[in-house]
């Protein structure tokens, strides 16, 4: 059984250490800086067996050169169609990537959209998906479109709900105040507000979360509510034909009046 051990990086990034219950090897996510990433391993005495990349963007591949001068060992997986620094494996959707030492299997699901390129990892009851869904939210579009970021939401929808998400940031709570723009009577919202002030007053996280939980209160993943569609026409100020136009209307909103 794998243990995930949370690296905080920058302002509100967080970095992923996978390891087991033994704790003598481990698989980092994400590393966008070094420093913090180095110093956990020494304090914990974890050697690390790889790098697992989702998208290019340097706060997920920043720390990768010194980490691999400081292991050059490592090896380091990422999405084939994106520039990642050293990358020993390009992985595209349905590729598996198994640990020995961790007895520890993920697939790489494609969830193209934040970037044209963005990939997750999906095993062990946990999706590491970067910057695709966050807490509440989801990733702006940079170089992907509105379409296939609705679409790899979708995807991960049809997940297990108890899925356990470990995204990059710490962005759950404000997040959270776009979707009660979007069902400003939403109990679920109101309640999760509470509780991510808790853990965040106590020096805790808000992530992971479930996927049960994003159901309850992302509005990316509610584009079928009647209440969220009839939000995002009154925004849009037209009839919206598809889910991916509600989709497309609230991330045009939260881009343009929120964030």
């Not at 520890?104 to 969830?111: E, G, N, P, S, Y």
């Not at 962005?171 to 991510?196: H, M, S």
Request: charged share 25%.
């Amino acid at each position: 059984m794998i243990q995930v051990i949370r690296i905080p990086a920058f302002t509100d990034n967080y970095i992923w250490l996978i390891t087991n219950e033994a704790r003598r090897y481990g698989v980092l996510v994400d590393p966008g800086s070094a420093a913090p990433v180095l110093a956990e391993l020494e304090q914990r005495q974890i050697e690390p067996l790889a790098i697992l990349i989702t998208h290019k963007h340097n706060d997920h591949i920043g720390g990768i050169n010194a980490i691999r001068e400081k292991y050059p060992h490592i090896e380091i997986y990422g999405p084939a169609t994106e520039e990642i620094p050293h990358r020993d494996h390009a992985l595209t959707e349905g590729d598996l990537v198994h640990f020995d030492k961790l007895d520890a299997t993920f697939q790489v699901m494609d969830v193209f959209g934040h970037t044209a390129g963005h990939i997750a990892y999906h095993g062990e009851a946990s999706l590491f998906c970067g910057d695709t869904i966050f807490g509440a939210g989801c990733g702006r579009v940079f170089d992907g479109t509105m379409e296939d970021l609705h679409h790899a939401l979708h995807r991960i929808a049809q997940l297990p709900p108890e899925t356990l998400i470990y995204c990059a940031h710490e962005y759950t709570l404000d997040n959270l105040g776009f979707a009660k723009w979007v069902e400003p009577d939403n109990k679920d919202i109101d309640e999760r507000q509470e509780d991510c002030w808790e853990l965040l007053d106590s020096g805790q996280a808000t992530v992971p979360f479930t996927l049960e939980m994003e159901f309850k209160t992302n509005p990316f993943l509610r584009t079928h509510i009647p209440e969220v569609i009839a939000k995002a026409e009154e925004v849009a100020g037209r009839e919206l034909a598809t889910q991916s136009e509600v989709f497309a209307a609230l991330r045009i909103w939260k881009d343009t009046e929120y964030d």
